[in-house]
């Protein structure tokens, strides 16, 4: 095939009166490739697993699917297999979460919010437009396109276990990221539930595939939840030097904290939004009482408060009122210049959260979760970092405890 169309290409050339260059040359418009382009064969080696995620999903849980995937490959790569894959970071599109960014369709690398670098010394890893940057002037086919779709009844016969089976070509209602130019050469959906390692069986199904894509990359899970390589590949997800840097110096700048673990103020992430449902959340009030409650039983010796949340002015307004009156001066992040964007903002909020003496979170809420690891990472005592806040009403159930593996 490929020496077909290389034959078909030189004709081309030869009859455009090109002859001189030997590479590929675009069919239409008869410009032939720079020595740029060679590195395109290189990639050509490469094998390449891309994944996509429900749409609707955040940033946090987005993370955790990404873990699920270096996982898999890293763990692969330790016994020796899949030595040739690298996995395809899947660029940031619009989030529903990320309110004040207009959809430019400009979907951001990782590189904005992770140390890439640091991703990369746990499992093979590559952004997107560093493919897309080789990929020559023909667009970007991918080779399977496995859509995975959850089972109707997942706990059939009382038992939930590991399957997946093939339903047949389908179509693929995702938009690639963004980029107009990707395809895939067949589209198939599968049904899927369990253990992320079943991939690879899918994948074996077309040993010659180059180029495989999971859409619906949140449907496979953890093989390994919370175990040591669980964490390897966590501790690995360092933040972009610049957003650790703006932490930082807020923290330095309002808590005359240097340290990594700061001991002389109290964090929350108090979570709203879409989050908000009336036996689930808490209110102002609430919400500062349970601060100071546990300065008072916890005997912390804390005057400052931040908060991170993705309330309204009004709400923040209103707690920090509380908050004042029963003798606390609190703090929320506030950029002094405009160059970060939501995500990056949230992240600079969670980095803060991170290294207080004391975190009380959102229950079920990933964004708490994620801070709560870091903390695990920082090596706090455990007993600081997995709190929540009690709803106004109903059960004020205890947050699960994950904690870290070394
Ligand atoms: N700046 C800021 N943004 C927040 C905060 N809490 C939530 N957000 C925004 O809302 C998003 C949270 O959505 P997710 O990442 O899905 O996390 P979650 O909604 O808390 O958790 P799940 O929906 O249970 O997965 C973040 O990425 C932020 O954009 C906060 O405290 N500060
Ligand atoms: C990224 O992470 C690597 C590995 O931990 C580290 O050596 C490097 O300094 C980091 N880059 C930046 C810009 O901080
Ligand atoms: C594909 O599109 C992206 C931007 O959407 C562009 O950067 C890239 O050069 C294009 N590649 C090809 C092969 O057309
Ligand atoms: C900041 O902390 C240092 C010790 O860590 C202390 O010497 C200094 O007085 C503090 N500054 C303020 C303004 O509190
Ligand atoms: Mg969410």
């Not at 849980?61 to 890293?74: H, K, N, S, T």
């Not at 390897?232 to 240097?258: G, H, P």
Request: net charge neutral; hydrophobic share 35%; aromatic share 14%.
């Amino acid at each position: 095939m490929l020496l077909f169309y290389l034959f078909y290409v030189n004709l081309l050339l030869v009859s455009a009166d090109e002859a001189k260059h030997n590479g590929q040359c675009d069919l239409n418009t008869g410009v032939c490739e720079d020595e740029g382009d060679v590195q395109i064969r290189d990639l050509d080696r490469k094998k390449l697993l891309f994944y996509d995620v429900n749409p609707p999903e955040g940033f946090n849980l987005r993370r955790d699917v990404y873990m699920r995937f270096a996982i898999l490959l890293a763990e692969a790569q330790k016994r020796g297999e899949k030595l040739d894959w690298q996995l395809v970071l899947p660029p940031w599109g619009y989030l529903f979460h990320w309110r004040s960014e207009s959809y430019s369709g400009n979907a951001k690398p990782w590189s904005k919010f992770f140390n890439v670098t640091s991703l990369g010394l746990y499992a093979p890893v590559i952004e997107l437009h560093d493919i897309m940057q080789n990929s020559g002037r023909y667009g970007y086919k991918i080779d399977s396109l496995y859509i995975l779709q959850n089972y109707d009844d997942p706990f059939k016969n009382g038992d939930f276990r590991d399957k997946w089976n093939v339903l047949g070509p389908c179509e693929y209602e995702g938009y690639y990221w963004g980029y107009h130019n990707i395809t895939a050469k067949r589209v198939i959906c599968v049904q899927f539930q369990g253990s992320i390692e079943q991939l690879w069986e899918i994948i074996e199904r077309r040993p010659k595939d180059r180029k495989v894509m999971f859409s619906h990359g949140e449907i496979p899970l953890h093989s390994s939840y919370g175990t040591k390589s669980f964490w390897d590949c966590r501790k690995s997800m360092q933040f972009n030097s610049a957003l650790i840097e703006e932490a930082n110096s807020y923290i330095v700048k309002k808590f005359n904290c240097t340290k990594t673990k700061c001991s002389n103020f109290l964090s929350i992430h108090w979570r709203l939004q879409d989050f908000y449902r009336a036996d689930r959340s808490t209110s102002s009030k609430r919400t500062a009482e349970q601060i100071d409650q546990t300065v008072r039983n916890k005997l912390l010796d804390i005057q400052d408060v931040f908060i991170a949340s993705d309330g309204t002015h009004m709400e923040l307004k209103s707690l920090k009122a509380e908050l004042k009156m029963l003798g606390y001066k609190s703090y929320t992040y506030v950029p002094e210049v405009t160059v970060y964007t939501d995500g990056q903002m949230a992240i600079i909020e969670q980095i803060i959260c991170s290294r207080s003496a004391y975190f009380i979170g959102t229950h079920e809420s990933t964004f708490t979760y994620r801070i709560q690891e870091e903390r695990e990472i920082l090596g706090f005592n455990s007993d600081t970092s997995f709190n929540s806040l009690c709803p106004d009403v109903g059960e004020c159930e205890k947050p699960a405890r994950w904690t870290i593996v070394h």
